[in-house]
């Protein structure tokens, strides 16, 4: 619980917002929602799977995918993206190993239960992190600055984590895993909305690919298992 606590939802977040610092939030969310690939190759290696060739392909889209959004970006921004990018897709590597061991624990004790004590490992592994490295006088914040944070963690975190718990146990893995496949685009949409983050059709292209091809692989898996 310790170890999957902290790779999973503490490593993967900070490395993420360290990311986020670097590079836009619509290539953020999208290599974020590399995940099902990366897992599915962890599996393979683990287990000793092989990967059919339909996978291959859908994960050879989504990382063209990606590519195109890259491209994107270098044009639109001036440095950093290269750092940004490798931090969020450690984020991501972090996540997808927490993905592969975390089941052996959820089918012991719960998803609900299994979530709660995760967050709580990756909440004092924040605390101290802050209590090592930050004096206190850094609490001294303006009212406003606690208001987004703790909107953030309620409606950006607590909820949704255990609202998908809630969608898995009445729909099942597969479909909540399609019907998320929203996220990315959503936020490519709202971060030109509310971060006046540019669109261009490059950008669109490549998110499309990476839909595609996660959408192919969250099928195929679904139907594995299925069989």
Same mark, same amino acid.
């Given at each position: 619980m310790l170890g999957l606590g902290l790779i999973g939802y503490y490593c993967s977040s900070f490395l993420d917002f360290l990311g986020l610092q670097y590079i836009s939030a619509g290539l953020e969310r999208l290599i974020l929602f590399l995940y099902p690939t990366m897992t599915m190759m962890l599996t393979a290696l683990l287990y000793k799977r092989a990967i059919g060739w339909k996978t291959l392909a859908a994960m050879a889209l989504s990382y063209a995918g990606?590519?195109?959004?890259?491209?994107?970006?270098?044009? *639109?921004?001036?440095? %950093?993206?290269?750092?940004?990018? @490798?931090?969020?897709?450690?984020?991501? +590597?972090?996540?997808?190993i927490y993905l592969v061991g975390a089941g052996h624990a959820i089918a012991r004790i719960g998803t609900l239960r299994f979530t709660a004590y995760a967050m709580v490992v990756a909440s004092v592994a924040s605390l101290l992190q802050f209590v090592v490295l930050r004096p206190l006088s850094a609490l001294d914040l303006s009212l406003r600055v606690y208001e987004f944070s703790i909107s953030m963690a309620i409606f950006s975190t607590v909820l949704p984590v255990f609202l998908l718990s809630f969608a898995i146990r009445r729909i099942g893995s597969?479909? *909540?895993?399609?019907? %998320?496949?929203?996220?990315?685009? @959503?936020?490519?949409?709202?971060?030109? +909305?509310f971060l006046n983050e540019s669109i261009s059709l490059l950008q669109i292209a490549g998110s499309m690919l990476v839909l595609i091809g996660v959408l192919i692989i969250s099928l195929n898996s679904k139907r594995e298992r299925t069989h």
């Open positions: 990606i590519a195109l959004v890259f491209l994107h970006d270098m044009g *639109a921004k001036e440095s %950093g993206i290269m750092l940004g990018a @490798s931090l969020v897709f450690a984020s991501t +590597l972090s996540y997808s597969g479909s *909540a895993s399609l019907i %998320g496949t929203v996220g990315p685009v @959503s936020t490519i949409y709202m971060a030109y +909305l």
